[in-house]
Structures are given as C-alpha cells and as structure tokens.
C-alpha cells in the first residue's frame, strides 16, 4: 500500500502565499509523476500543476506566475509553493502521485486533502 500524507493548507489572506507538501510512503518501487489539483466548492477538480520524474513541469493557466511545483526524489515528496494568492484558490487542495509499487503495478494514488481559504 501507498500512503500520501499532505500538509500545509490553512487560512491566508489575498495576496499571501502557503507551501504545500505531500509525502508518499510505503509499497513504493519508483514514482513517475507527480502532482497536485484542486476542488472548488460546487466544482469539478481540476489540475493545478503536475511535475515528471526528471522535473518537466506543467500548470493551470490560472496559477502559471504565482505557484510553482517542485519535488524532492529521494524523500518522495511534491510540494507546491502557492504565492499572491487569491479568493478563487479557495480549495481543497489534492495531491496526485503514479507509483509503481514494488510487486511492479503501476497505481495512481490521492491523498486526503488539505484545504486553503484565502479571505481576509
């Protein structure tokens, strides 16, 4: 089994920034990519930013300039710097990984969920 822990979510207002991050643990052979989306109250979730195993980053036209995604390999962990944040952030933020685990399937696995508000 694989296990996603987030952290780092919580009430900031506009303009403020929050780190996110997203431990992965457990069955883990190798981690391909991995990322982070969100879901709006009454909304679909959507992508945020996704980042592959040799650090190709992709974003959301929405937060392109003002988040950025980064990964350490070797504690199998994705983080998401979210700066100048606005209203429409308000989320509950998701974070995405595609493991192989080590009996060689290849998964993609969610973590719970840690929410950001930005209000003042």
């Known amino acids: 089994q694989v296990q996603l822990v987030e952290s780092g979510g919580g009430l900031v207002q506009p303009g403020g920034s929050l780190r996110l991050s997203c431990a992965a643990s457990g069955t883990i052979f190798n981690i391909y990519a991995m990322g982070w989306y969100r879901q709006a109250p009454g909304k679909q979730r959507e992508l945020v930013a996704t980042t592959t195993s040799s650090g190709s980053t992709n974003y959301a036209d929405s937060v392109k300039g003002r988040f950025t995604i980064s990964r350490d390999n070797a504690k199998n962990t994705v983080y998401l710097q979210m700066n100048s944040l606005k209203p429409e952030d308000t989320a509950l933020y998701y974070c995405?990984?595609?493991?192989?685990?080590?009996?060689?399937?290849?998964?993609?696995?969610w973590g719970q969920g840690t929410k950001v508000t930005v209000s003042s």
């Open positions: 995405n990984t595609d493991v192989m685990t080590t009996t060689f399937r290849r998964h993609d696995y």
